[in-house]
């Protein structure tokens, strides 16, 4: 049985595939397979693939036709014979030890997940810092019945390797054109796995200014509240579960939410704050809004969205709003611009330093 498969989802990624590639056809641990599955690209992105997979047997190829993230995902995992399955998006790269490294933990405390920490990156290589919360619970083995807290974790399905046979038995949504359907993928594994292991060692390059991201599309950013219902669902199966963790879903979900807020399109928030509202009502109505999670956020802000989810809004926007006049404020009062050539500082609009 070969011991990773790593599963590459392609769609239109001609200018970032062949760094990504290079990365995973150069790690130390040989024993892998690479599934690209190209998702009906209308670049140069399938001829690439074919290029890399003349020169290396370990590239499958699954070639369809436009159907969406999640379809792609499906396939790709469906098709995988490794003990572990690996997830790399083809805009971003990895070292060359990264699934060595994640086997060997793995293996060596018998684990359903092993997560790594991940770098935040930009093409033009200025900027790399280390990202996520994998510190809080660094070389640990748990679960989430004794840390329900790592459900709070950003979703990275890529800074992971999963026991096939528990990845298996969870299916991505296949809405053609959604986006952030790691989300409940993401949690339902980790809700479902009994032994989790955490290094905050980095090791993937997480890119950050790919246009064609769903990070960078604020249409795409109402999708999350469909990926919320979907974890109801599975919640609404697995009660013992539910039981134990539902505070901190609720309180993932609404850090999602507050972030997706800061992030979508003007025209958009109306639609997301009312379906955020009727789900939160849902919520209220069986009685799951617990004290920690009111204490969390403030009984009177979720009421308001409950209740009257125009004046959330409105409140909402008052609030960027005066956050964009204090930063002007503080921009023109005080100001510091560093970069590998140059430092400047101004005080009132003054420079008093200009180095470089």
Not at 222 to 241: R, T
Request: proline share 2%.
């Amino acid at each position: 049985m070969t011991k990773i498969s790593i599963v590459v989802p392609v769609y239109n990624v001609e200018k970032y595939l062949g760094e990504c590639l290079e990365s995973i056809v150069k790690q130390t641990l040989k024993d892998i397979e690479i599934i690209c599955v190209n998702d009906g690209s209308t670049d140069n992105s399938l001829d690439i693939i074919k290029a890399f997979a003349q020169n290396d047997e370990r590239i499958k190829i699954i070639d369809k036709k436009n159907s969406g993230y999640g379809d792609s995902m499906n396939k790709g995992i469906e098709a995988a014979t490794g003990e572990y399955i690996g997830i790399i998006e083809s805009d971003d790269f990895v070292d060359a030890d990264m699934f060595e490294s994640l086997y060997t933990l793995a293996k060596e405390n018998d684990c359903d997940i092993v997560k790594s920490d991940w770098y935040n990156y930009w093409t033009n290589g200025s900027i790399k810092e280390k990202n996520g919360r994998v510190k809080d619970f660094n070389a640990k083995v748990t679960n989430v019945k004794e840390h329900a807290e790592i459900l709070t974790l950003q979703p990275t399905l890529w800074s992971a390797i999963y026991k096939k046979q528990l990845i298996s038995n969870i299916k991505f949504l296949t809405t053609p054109g959604a986006s952030y359907q790691d989300t409940s993928v993401s949690f339902k594994l980790f809700a479902s796995a009994h032994k989790i292991l955490f290094t905050n060692k980095a090791y993937v390059y997480y890119r950050q200014d790919n246009v064609n991201s769903s990070i960078n599309n604020p249409a795409k950013a109402l999708y999350v509240c469909e990926e919320y219902d979907e974890i109801d669902n599975f919640l609404s199966q697995h009660k013992d579960i539910k039981a134990i963790i539902n505070t901190q879903k609720l309180i993932a979900q609404y850090k999602a939410y507050r972030w997706t807020m800061r992030r979508i399109a003007p025209e958009y928030r109306k639609d997301f704050v009312y379906k955020a509202s009727q789900q939160f009502l849902k919520y209220n109505n069986n009685k799951e809004l617990s004290p920690k999670f009111l204490n969390k956020y403030g009984k009177k802000h979720i009421e308001c969205l409950i209740n009257s989810p125009e004046q959330f809004l409105i409140n909402y926007e008052k609030n960027i709003i005066n956050k964009e006049k204090w930063k002007m404020i503080r921009k023109n009062i005080f100001s510091v611009k560093i970069n590998k050539s140059r430092i400047n500082v101004k005080i009132f609009g003054k420079q008093i330093i200009n180095i470089g």
